[in-house]
């Protein structure tokens, strides 16, 4: 089965993409997979609205392993099945918390296997003074430029702090497709469940 990763800094609202776009897919209900670097698993049912309250929060490092669900979407005259993968938010400090630490471990880990890389990245940071050098949103994107296949998603467009910030995140990015999205509002999902269906 195709596998989807969703990747970029902590906060920039990985989880939140994940679960509005289930819901925007269809589902009302998740069964989500947690599993850590150790290798242990668990999993747990969740309507999208608690999944929400429980996996989302303006903390730091709310995710740290890999979340996992299987979704489907029609592609054409089929059902295609795929699994969309919630990771770990990777930053440039070594983190003090060992969990968080394996955490991003493992979310680097997991890029070379996956079929679609979905970098997500605050675009509300992504000012005119933004500097991408040294940044691990740099890094996910020079590794995406060799992926067979990778999208860019600006993430909190609904914000006013966003909005004049996309033609910034185009000339950091140059090479990359863009997608202004707000996962808060589920828009632009459009946009991005085509790429998905391209890929799966
Ligand atoms: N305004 C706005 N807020 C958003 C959007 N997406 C996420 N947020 C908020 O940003 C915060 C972080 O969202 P999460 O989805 O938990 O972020 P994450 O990338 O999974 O974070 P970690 O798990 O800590 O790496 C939450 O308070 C969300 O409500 C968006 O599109 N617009
Ligand atoms: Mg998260």
Do not use: W
Request: aromatic share 8%.
């Amino acid at each position: 089965m195709r596998e989807c990763v969703i990747i970029g800094r902590p906060n920039s609202g990985k989880t939140l993409f994940a679960l509005n776009f289930a819901g925007y897919l269809g589902t009302k209900n998740i069964d989500v997979t947690f599993r850590t670097y150790d290798g242990l698993m668990a999993c747990r049912h969740f309507s999208i609205e608690e999944a929400k309250r429980e996996l989302c929060s303006s903390t730091l490092h709310k995710t740290c392993s890999l979340q996992s669900m299987l979704l489907n979407m029609k592609v054409g005259k089929a059902t295609v099945n795929f699994k969309l993968t919630d990771t770990c938010g990777v930053s440039e400090q070594i983190h003090a918390d060992e969990r968080i630490r394996k955490g991003m471990a493992q979310t680097i880990g997991l890029l070379r296997s996956v079929d679609l890389l979905l970098h997500v990245v605050d675009l509300s940071l992504i000012n005119k003074g933004f500097s991408k050098q040294s940044s691990i949103d740099n890094e996910f994107y020079n590794y995406g430029m060799i992926c067979k296949s990778y999208v860019l998603l600006g993430n909190k467009y609904d914000l006013s702090s966003a909005k004049n910030n996309l033609p910034h995140l185009a000339t950091a990015f140059p090479k990359a497709r863009i997608m202004p999205i707000s996962a808060l509002y589920s828009q632009g999902f459009r946009e991005v469940r085509a790429c998905v269906a391209r890929n799966i």
